[in-house]
């Protein structure tokens, strides 16, 4: 079966960076693409960028004003996401989710149980 | 950035009775190419990662119950749930991906009256 683990829990201080992991299991790794959606108290979930797992091309969302970097390791079948500058805004829930494909465009199938992230001085 | 927005943002249905939550993108999400809205439909319960339940605007994930269907075209998308079950209660959210940034609605509180 298909699943998405990510790595636990995070408390930064603003101006850190933080780098949440998942880790696919039960299927081609390198056939799908993975999105990072992350959901803020209160707010809308919000589209962070995907990275293509095969070839690694990466897209992100222009909100995020370069701060985000997506990486994989296709030994590992896991996927990093990096967010820097980090500030109280950031606090939120993250998670990553398969999109149906190796392309960027797509709704998302499976989705991890999702990362807490705090930023606290 | 294609605008999603939800109406109600909150719904209370008795149990056994029609929801229905409607879902409008401030541009149109239909493809002329392939003639496929590219809209999808997710559940998400408390403390759960939101679920896919509807893709192409009308399409149900394998696995979904029938009661959950999903219609429209263009920029204006409704969600029904037939016949509303105990275990339906959730936030309902909507979500382009026509464009990027992919998008989604506010969501839509559903629970019984």
């Known amino acids: 079966q298909v699943q998405l683990v990510q790595s636990g829990a995070e408390v930064k201080k603003p101006g850190a960076s933080v780098t949440v992991f998942c880790k696919a299991s039960g299927y081609t790794f390198s056939n799908y693409g993975i999105h990072w959606v992350r959901q803020a108290p209160g707010q809308r979930l919000q589209w962070m960028g995907w990275i293509n797992s095969g070839n690694g091309k990466t897209k992100y969302s222009q909100n995020f004003q370069g701060r985000v970097t997506i990486t994989r390791d296709t030994s590992a079948s896991t996927v990093y996401m990096e967010l820097s500058s980090l500030r109280s805004e950031d606090t939120a829930m993250y998670y990553c989710?398969?999109?149906?494909?190796?392309?960027?465009?797509?709704?998302?199938?499976?989705w991890g149980q999702g990362t807490l992230v705090t930023v606290s001085s | 950035d294609i605008v999603m927005t939800q109406s109600p943002d909150s719904l209370a249905v008795s149990l056994g009775e029609r929801a229905t939550i409607n879902c409008k993108s401030s541009q149109s999400v239909l493809y002329s190419f392939n003639n496929k809205n590219y809209l999808a439909w997710y559940q998400q319960k408390p403390g759960q990662p939101p679920k896919l339940l509807i893709y192409w605007a009308s399409t149900r994930e394998s696995g979904v119950p029938d009661r959950f269907s999903g219609g429209g075209s263009g920029t204006d998308f409704t969600l029904t749930i037939s016949s509303l079950q105990a275990e339906d209660v959730a936030v309902y959210f909507c979500q382009q991906y026509y464009g990027t940034p992919r998008t989604f609605g506010q969501g839509t509180k559903v629970e019984i009256k």
């Open positions: 989710a398969r999109g149906p494909s190796e392309y960027s465009s797509g709704y998302f199938d499976y």
